[in-house]
């Protein structure tokens, strides 16, 4: 029997809890120094994207083309970054940021380079709340 | 008339061509710390994945399974890391790189994290033509 899929303890520690798109599960990391979502596709024991199949593949570039939509219009960023890294954590998450040339890290990518700032529990709940209705889930 | 594209002089500058897919024109950045390649989409103007339309967005995703699958096979690496970013270079540009554990900016993400390596041009020119030869290039 297959392995059922469950998030990775540090994703779930990480992020808040936006839904569940077809494929993947739509996070929220608690950094508000950038809106930042992460995509994990709920397959067990995938790291790369290369590792789906070709479907999943497909499905997922969908999820994070109408991510990527949604975070640009919620937040109204200059440049979304998205990444696919996983040294740390293989569970294999899909990163969408959206940026801001006035963000703590611009230019260089978000990894590493600020210590995340908590959110606003009003602010964050906001957030998690827009994101969901703009991606029509709930 | 639609503006034609051409490949931005930065990226031009921090590569070797490898050939063109159906979609991307796949490039070898000049850094012998990890090998690591660039697909850039030719559509002239396009910034961001979700700009790209539809179909071409899928014939991204087949041509970044396609070199995760070489890369990894040829270089033997123990994690990709694929991403878009862009917030140096505007021309939509996908990174696919190559980590090992023992590279010089493990666990972390390349961008910024060692100078670049110069490669020996006989290193460089066998890679390059391995890669080319595993996506059946020229």
Redesign the interface.
Known sequence: MAQPWTLHPQLANDTGFIGDLTLSQALLMRDANYPWLLLVPRRAGV????DLD?AD??Q???E??DA??VL?SVTQCD??????????VPQLHVHIVA?RRDDPA????V??AAPPRAYEPAALAALIDAIRRALRLG
């Open positions: 790291s790369e994207i290369v070709p593949r497909v997922l570039m969908t994070i083309a990527s939509r640009k440049k979304l970054n998205v990444a696919a890294i996983g040294n740390v940026r611009w230019p260089r990518p990894w590493g």
